[in-house]
Each structure stands twice: as C-alpha cells, then as structure tokens.
C-alpha cells in the first residue's frame, strides 16, 4: 500500500518579513519620486534650504577634511609601495588622483552626510512624527515632502558636491606630499603620471557620485524619519537603522555606477 502524502501546510505569518521588507522598498522608490516631482513645484523653500545647507555643512566639514588627509596618504603609500615592488613608481601619482577622485572621495563624503548629517535629519524628523507633527500638517493643506523633505534633500546634494571637490583637493595633495616626503618619489613624475593618466571625465564622475550619494542618504534618513516606531526608543532605531541601510545602497551604487563607467569611458590613451 502506498503511503500517504501529506499536503505541505503554507503559513503566512512564514512570508511576513520578505513582505515587509518589499513594501518598505517600493515606499522608499515612492518617495524619492515624490522629492523629485516637488523638487520643481512651487512655492520654492529656499530659506529652509539654506538653513540645512548651513547645519549639514557645519557638522561635516571638519570631520571631512580630517578624515580626507590620513585618506589620501594611506592610499599614496600603498599604491607607492605596490609600484616600487613591480618597478612602476614613475605611475605612483596617476593610480592615486585617480584612487582619491574617482572612489574614496564620494564614498567618504557620503558616508560622513549619512553618518552625521542623515542621523540628524532622521531624528528631527522622527522626533515630528511621533508628535503628530506632520498629520497636522497634512491637515493644514501643507505637503511635509515639500516643505521639509525636499529642502534637506536638496541641501545633502549641494553639500555633497561642494564637499567632494575639497576632499578631492586636500586627499591628493597629500598623497603628494607623503609621496614625496616618505618614499622619495619626484614631485615632476607625481604630476607627470598624473596629467598621463588622469582625464575631465575622471573628475565628472566622482561629482556625479558624490550629487547621487547625498540623494540616496537625503532619502534614506528622510523615509526612516518619517516611520519610526513608538515612542523615544523607535526613533532611536529608526536613526540606527537608516544609517546601516544607507551605507549598504551607497555601496551598491557605487559599483553600478563604476561598473558602467568603466565600460562607457575608455581610460586615457586606450
């Protein structure tokens, strides 16, 4: 006698988080499209803009420029090093500008907005939500994405930018300068592999990086503020877990967008 099969029992509550966690996704996707639609719609909030502009700015661009020199030079002393080893110091400078521009200086300034400036922005505006702040808003005829979202947003890209050229600056003449003072290289072969390898589209693309990563943090910290959980205690998750989710999608974009960028510009001389 055949044995009986017994029918698989499915149970919902099994499939639970996988749904969640795609509807929190779809969310995020609608509310970026929602700060690029209003983004252009009047009534502009530029005082509020300015106003994060100024904050963002000034919690990051100390940490910046101190975490960009150390940066610049650990980058110029292991790529001197592996050169040394395989007898090309003479491209030493070339592999570090590009190293700095094109990879480390949007990653840490996006890492530091999302770190310093999206902890803030999720907690104040967590810190709203929970006080029924943005209902009353709602209730008032005043969109809380255009009003607050989208000038924060806004402010984390133009920071992001203005701060990538300055890591870019200070993370090279480092590595210069270590370069030279530690391991004996020329200052002419620096700039000569430099001006060799280097090209405009290098410099486009880390701008670009840096306008793109400050979006996602904006956005990020912005979805995480406007859901926390109950009470003192869910904000304080909601900030802790917009930071870690804000990481993972900048480093996700970030090999996208090396990856097509590899493929599109052919390097300089090729």
């Not at 690029?36 to 530029?46: C, D, E, G, I």
């Not at 003479?90 to 590009?98: E, F, H, N, R």
């Not at 709602?138 to 890209?157: D, H, K, T």
Request: charged share 10%; net charge positive.
């Amino acid at each position: 006698m055949r044995p009986r099969v017994q029918p698989v029992k499915v149970n919902p509550s099994d499939y639970m988080p996988l749904a969640g966690g795609l509807r929190q996704t779809g969310q995020m996707f609608a509310l970026a499209a929602s700060v690029l639609r209003m983004t252009f719609k009047r009534p502009f909030q530029v005082r509020e803009l300015i106003q994060q502009f100024w904050f963002i700015a000034s919690v990051t661009i100390l940490p910046t420029a101190l975490v960009s020199i150390p940066f610049g030079a650990v980058i110029a002393l292991q790529v001197g090093s592996l050169a040394k080893q395989l007898g090309a110091q003479s491209l030493t400078g070339g592999a570090s500008v590009l190293a700095v521009v094109q990879q480390a200086s949007p990653l840490i300034v996006a890492l530091l907005i999302a770190g310093a400036a999206g902890s803030a922005i999720c907690a104040d505006l967590g810190s709203r939500t929970i006080r029924e702040e943005m209902d009353a808003m709602e209730v008032m005829g005043v969109s809380p994405i255009q009003r607050l979202i989208v000038p924060r947003v806004i402010a984390c890209m133009a920071v992001a930018f203005c701060l990538n050229g300055l890591v870019s600056v200070v993370g090279v003449a480092g590595g210069y300068f270590f370069n030279v003072a530690l391991q004996d290289g020329t200052p002419g072969a620096y700039l000569a592999s430099f001006s060799a390898l280097a090209q405009l589209p290098d410099l486009y693309v880390g701008q670009t990086k840096a306008v793109i990563f400050g979006f996602i943090a904006g956005v990020v910290a912005a979805y995480r503020g406007l859901h926390p959980g109950a009470g003192p205690k869910g904000v304080g998750d909601a900030v802790n877990q917009s930071v870690v989710i804000a990481f993972l999608l900048l480093f996700m974009v970030n090999l996208a967008i090396t990856a097509i960028y590899i493929q599109v510009v052919p390097p300089k001389g090729a």
